[in-house]
């Protein structure tokens, strides 16, 4: 089963995420699928590729918790 969920990366004290699709069996760091946005705590930005989501959900791929919140949040902005 694919999972969208975030890649961790940045500095220690600096996490930056990718929003990637992988499959739901690798580690959170694994070589993705295919990398669908980004997100930066710290300055609250968010770039999502919606389309590309929405293709992967109506083929079965499921959000995680975080992505769906972040997911939501694009799309009423």
């Keep these: 089963m694919l999972k969208i969920r975030l890649k961790r990366y ?4 600096q996490p930056c995420y990718r929003i990637i699709v992988i499959n739901s069996k690798k580690r959170r760091d694994s070589r993705a699928i295919e990398e669908v946005g980004f997100y930066n705590p710290l300055t609250k930005e ?3 590729n919606t389309i590309k989501i929405k293709k992967r959900i109506l083929n079965g791929a499921q959000l995680s918790n975080t992505v769906k919140n972040l997911f939501n949040k694009a799309i009423t902005n």
């Design 10 to 13: 940045g500095r220690k004290k």
């Design 46 to 48: 968010i770039r999502i």
